[in-house]
């Protein structure tokens, strides 16, 4: 039986999904080659590639307004860097929501002042700073707008004339945003959309070549739009798969219809840990809370070791929060159904009967 798989990352994909591409690597659109194993060249995986770009704009509602899809390499953490090299010539604003937040603006220091405009580190990252003020004269302003480790998403973004960069890693696709108040979108595939390997880049070509310094080839966002995602070889087999999740996701009906279920599902979960008395959430504001990943933990611990074995045994899989955090972390992306959500809350009531 498969695995009810809350883990955040790499996460659970669907499965008809993973069929699919388990059986490209064998036999790839009949050609009796692996995907693996064909040229990046070669016309059947220019197909795969051009789909996927063109997919990602389709479903964020982008297409025709000036933005290009990139698949890059090097993950999110690499777009830290990548971010301000390219954008960043004398001051930058960040919002410090967590821990990749955190890395962002350290990466982003080496480049020029970094205004960090709200931040949350003061109470562990359990909230999201509001009423924050945007400096007119930087270069961009940087947020996150879900944290893992922590729990936490963004619900509203700022209105700022100056260019609005967003980490989307562990949420984007999962609701509807006005995506085109953002200038540039990054995310690491290995949440919503892929395996771990390749990262998703949408940018607006018209805040690129502005910076005065040099950049290197591999670094530079116009050299990867100018090479179609193809300046060096890339990575064929997780934007295989994120090309057949965004399939997936179309033909589920979109962006809105699996808001609808990733409401249900987080609706679901939250109303059972403030119900619980031998439950605790980690994210008290309930709008601060994200729909991603749900953090929380017993109030007793001496209950752990019953509680552990109680959801391992209902075939659980993942639900071990952060160790820089501890507790329990319900990652609950796209591709995990509201049935797997139900069996957790089994078993969190089934501990309460019988504590």
């Known amino acids: 039986m498969k695995k009810h798989n809350f883990s955040a990352g790499p996460c659970i994909l669907p499965q008809s999904v993973l069929q699919k591409a388990s059986e490209a690597v ?10 693996v194993e064909i040229s990046h060249r070669s016309k059947d995986f220019v197909d795969v590639m051009e789909n996927a770009r063109e997919l990602v704009l389709e479903h964020l509602n982008l297409q025709n307004q000036g ?29 410090n929501t967590g821990t990749w937040a955190d890395k962002s603006i350290k990466e982003a220091k080496l480049f020029g002042e ?40 963004m619900q509203e973004f700022p209105e700022t004339n100056v260019p609005l960069v967003c980490d989307m890693s562990s949420d984007i696709f999962s609701r509807v945003l006005d995506f085109s108040k953002f200038d540039l979108i990054y995310a690491g ?49 997780p934007i295989y798969v994120s090309m057949l999740t965004l399939e997936w996701l179309k033909e589920n009906g979109g962006i809105s219809e699996i808001e609808k279920i990733n409401n249900a599902k987080a609706k679901l979960l939250y109303t059972e840990i403030d119900r619980n ?58 591709a995990l159904p509201l049935e797997s959500v139900q069996v957790l809350v089994d078993v969190m009531q089934d501990l309460e009967k019988k504590s």
């Open 277 to 334: 008395p031998l439950f605790n959430g980690f994210v008290a504001n309930a709008e601060d809370r994200s729909k991603m990943n749900a953090t929380f933990s017993l109030a007793n611990d001496s209950l752990k070791d019953t509680f552990d074995a109680s959801w391992k045994a209902a075939g659980i899989n993942g639900l071990n929060g952060h160790r820089s955090v501890g507790g329990y972390r319900a990652s609950m992306y796209n």
């Open 67 to 95: 933005y290009k899809a990139l698949f890059l390499h090097g993950g999110a953490s690499l777009e830290f860097l990548m971010v301000a090299y390219n954008l960043l010539e004398k001051k930058a604003a960040y919002l």
């Open 189 to 237: 595939a290995q949440k919503n959309m892929g395996p771990s390997g390749t990262t998703l880049v949408i940018v607006k070509e018209d805040i690129l070549g502005k910076v005065s310094r040099t950049i290197p080839s591999m670094l530079d966002y116009q050299t990867h739009i100018s090479k179609d995602s193809m300046f060096n070889t890339p990575a064929v087999f």
């Open 114 to 153: 970094i205004d960090i405009v709200g931040s949350s580190k003061d109470a562990n990252f359990n909230y999201i700073p509001k009423n924050y003020t945007i400096p007119s004269d930087v270069d961009y302003f940087h947020c996150t707008s879900n944290n893992t480790i922590f729990g936490t998403q």
């Open 26 to 35: 064998t036999n790839f659109n009949g050609l009796d080659l692996s995907l």
